[in-house]
């Protein structure tokens, strides 16, 4: 935790070094500032004044949009070190967004330096230079010019980001609530005469692609990233009576042919099945709600996890990932030992990340409910299929779990299994030998 508090301020002191070196030209930044204004004029966007002149004649309001508008670094550091501490497996994707943010607006900076409203705007006043709680004289006196993008909404968008990112799977509703925050800075930032309207359009346009740049990090991250393979053995019980019945069933289900009796009669069926599930979702609109639950119970047992794949991902197509994560959880903290078993061989699929596609949102859920299960359950299959995608390090996982990683790395590595013997050092390496 030292070497990352380290890091990041070294990195935040950068950034504010470069972005004092940036915007020098206040004649170049009035005139940019006009252009703006006339644009925002020409499409009656142009808000600022009357929104600075209302809060003007609002001392009280006045006074605690200035502390909004001081203090707002307090909730972006608290932001960031609770998702570190409380939402491990969040941190990464938001410190690289922080941190592309910071990379991606210095040279909007160099390029278009913007005075804001306070400047530029004739009849503006100077909401924080009237209250002021820290007096710095910096402030009427600037010596750089960057209102363009608004950092102060950016940082907010981002605070709501991060908080929302790491709740919206197990706390939607509060998840929401946090973008309530940058609603509040938008109208501090109007109502001070601090930034134009575009420049919060700048600002969440610099979110999205710092979220989009933080996504294609992780994952050139996680392709350099060795991964030694142990493959997963077989199930120690048969049930390919049982599959062969459950995929009859979704045969007839979405009106598919069976294919001919055969050796590969389990391959040709399934792939037919969701063949059928994607090309009606893709073809003919709403899929029928009755198709879900025997899709993703065909996929749940089916015992090839290199292939359950042609199951899970027409579910995904045809129900939204969210519904697919929700009812993999659902089995694995809920059913029985093969549907526990088969749930975590078909959350490989349902968490991938296509086409740069944000998601993971339920893997913290996910990954609380496997550690337990992985400790409670004694059954082999599960244990064998939840152990690859089960995050080991405590920092992953809340306080209170912390004890259960312990047990679940004793229980791996004293176990009579070869494969969880083995499994387990490639996640967790002994430090001792």
């Known amino acids: 935790m030292l070497v990352e508090l380290i890091l990041l301020l070294l990195w935040f002191l950068l950034f504010a070094r470069l972005a004092a070196a940036a915007g020098k030209d206040f004649a170049v930044a009035t005139a940019n500032a006009l252009a703006l204004q006339s644009a925002e004029h020409a499409v009656h966007l142009d808000i600022e004044l009357s929104a600075n002149t209302w809060l003007a004649g609002n001392p009280?309001?006045?006074?605690?949009?200035?502390?909004?508008?001081?203090?707002?670094?307090?909730?972006?550091?608290?932001?960031?070190?609770?998702?570190?501490?409380?939402?491990?497996?969040?941190?990464?994707?938001?410190?690289?967004?922080?941190?592309?943010?910071?990379?991606?607006?210095?040279?909007?900076?160099?390029?278009?330096?913007?005075?804001?409203?306070?400047?530029?705007?004739?009849?503006?006043?100077?909401?924080?230079a009237r209250y002021d709680i820290l007096d710095q004289p910096s402030w009427t006196s600037p010596t750089h010019y960057t209102a363009m993008p608004s950092m102060h909404v950016g940082w907010s968008l981002w605070c709501a980001y991060a908080v929302w990112f790491a709740l919206r799977g197990t706390h939607r509703r509060?998840?929401?609530?946090?973008?309530?925050?940058?609603?509040?800075?938008?109208?501090?930032?109007?109502?001070?005469?601090?930034h134009y309207v575009l420049d919060v359009v700048g600002s969440v346009t610099l979110l999205a692609v710092s979220i989009l740049a933080a996504t294609v990090w992780g994952r050139l991250a996680r392709?350099?990233?060795?991964?030694?393979?142990?493959?997963?053995?077989?199930?120690?019980?048969?049930?390919?009576?049982?599959?062969?019945?459950?995929?009859?069933?979704?045969?007839?289900?979405?009106?598919?042919?069976?294919?001919?009796?055969?050796?590969?009669?389990?391959?040709?069926?399934?792939k037919s099945a969701g063949d059928a599930v994607a090309r009606r979702a893709a073809e003919a609109g709403p899929v029928p709600e009755e198709w879900f639950e025997p899709l993703l119970r065909a996929a749940v047992h089916e015992p090839d996890p290199s292939v359950n794949r042609q199951l899970v991902e027409p579910a995904i197509t045809a129900f939204g990932r969210d519904r697919v994560q929700l009812a993999l959880i659902d089995y694995l903290d809920s059913g029985t030992a093969p549907d526990m078993a088969g749930a975590?061989?078909?959350?490989?699929?349902?968490?991938?990340?296509?086409?740069?596609?944000?998601?993971?949102?339920?893997?913290?859920?996910?990954?609380?409910?496997?550690?337990?299960?992985?400790?409670?359950?004694?059954?082999l299959d599960v244990r064998r299929c939840i152990l690859p995608g089960l995050p080991l390090d405590p920092r992953q996982y809340p306080a209170e779990l912390h004890d259960l990683v312990t047990e679940a790395v004793r229980i791996a590595r004293t176990s009579s299994d070869g494969y969880l013997r083995s499994r387990v050092e490639l996640q967790v390496p002994d430090q001792s030998q």
């Open 60 to 128: 009280v309001l006045a006074q605690l949009a200035v502390y909004v508008y001081r203090l707002y670094y307090v909730v972006v550091a608290g932001v960031l070190l609770w998702v570190f501490v409380r939402h491990a497996g969040v941190y990464r994707q938001v410190r690289r967004t922080m941190v592309a943010m910071m990379a991606l607006v210095l040279p909007v900076y160099w390029a278009v330096p913007m005075s804001p409203p306070r400047f530029a705007l004739p009849g503006a006043v100077d909401i924080v």
């Open 174 to 194: 509060l998840a929401l609530v946090a973008w309530s925050f940058p609603l509040l800075m938008t109208a501090v930032v109007f109502t001070t005469g601090n």
């Open 223 to 270: 392709s350099r990233r060795p991964v030694p393979l142990s493959p997963l053995p077989g199930r120690t019980t048969d049930r390919s009576a049982a599959y062969d019945s459950l995929l009859r069933d979704l045969l007839d289900l979405v009106g598919v042919p069976h294919p001919a009796d055969g050796e590969w009669w389990q391959d040709r069926a399934r």
């Open 344 to 379: 975590a061989r078909a959350w490989y699929w349902a968490e991938l990340v296509v086409d740069f596609e944000v998601v993971g949102d339920l893997s913290e859920r996910y990954h609380q409910i496997a550690l337990r299960r992985f400790v409670t359950e004694t059954d």
